[in-house]
């Protein structure tokens, strides 16, 4: 059996303590159209990424190809999002934000994202925000596959 160190258990207690946190506060923020947290990160992921395919969301989202499909379908049928052949392969269909999507989606993430930085802006120095940069990436490389 594994044994984790004591520095190990505090980083591990501490985490999920700030994970907790973090959800009740972002619980509190506006919702974008009460959809699912798969459904607004393939959004963000059109925002960030101007087109992808169903397969990209599913595996920047982590879950089945089948699964992210509802998501994709639901999306659609809110006129969220719209599908093009793509022109390099006419197999494929790209997906990308439709239009009134587009800026309600950018407003949407301006607002979070600036309630996010007067957060750290209120509570950190420039160096604690550096610091935290650096945790950020640390995180991201503890967890990215």
Same mark, same amino acid.
């Given at each position: 059996?594994?044994?984790?160190?004591?520095?190990?258990?505090?980083?591990?207690?501490?985490? /999920?303590?700030? *994970?907790?946190?973090? /959800?009740?506060?972002?619980?509190?923020? =506006?919702? $974008? @159209?009460?959809? @699912?947290?798969?459904?607004?990160?393939?959004?963000?992921?059109?925002?960030?990424? @101007?087109? +992808?395919?169903?397969?990209?969301? +599913? /595996?920047?989202?982590?879950?089945?190809?089948?699964?992210?499909?509802?998501? *994709?379908?639901?999306?659609?049928?809110?006129?969220?999002? *719209?599908?093009?052949?793509? =022109?390099?392969?006419?197999?494929?269909?790209?997906? @990308?934000?439709?239009?009134?999507?587009?800026?309600? *989606?950018?407003? $949407?993430? /301006?607002?979070?994202?600036?309630?996010? +930085?007067?957060?750290?802006?209120?509570?950190?120095?420039?160096?604690?925000?550096?610091?935290?940069?650096?945790?950020?990436?640390?995180?991201?490389?503890? $967890?990215?596959?």
């Amino acid at each position: 059996m594994l044994e984790i160190s004591e520095l190990e258990q505090k980083v591990v207690d501490n985490l /999920r303590q700030v *994970i907790v946190i973090l /959800r009740k506060k972002l619980s509190t923020q =506006p919702k $974008f @159209s009460n959809l @699912s947290n798969p459904q607004l990160s393939a959004l963000i992921y059109l925002v960030n990424n @101007s087109n +992808a395919t169903v397969t990209e969301l +599913a /595996r920047n989202e982590d879950i089945s190809v089948q699964s992210m499909g509802v998501h *994709i379908n639901y999306l659609k049928e809110q006129r969220l999002i *719209i599908s093009s052949k793509d =022109p390099k392969d006419k197999r494929k269909l790209l997906l @990308s934000l439709s239009e009134n999507c587009r800026g309600e *989606i950018l407003e $949407f993430k /301006r607002i979070s994202d600036l309630w996010v +930085a007067n957060k750290i802006r209120e509570k950190l120095t420039d160096i604690e925000q550096e610091q935290l940069l650096l945790g950020v990436q640390l995180l991201e490389k503890i $967890f990215s596959d």
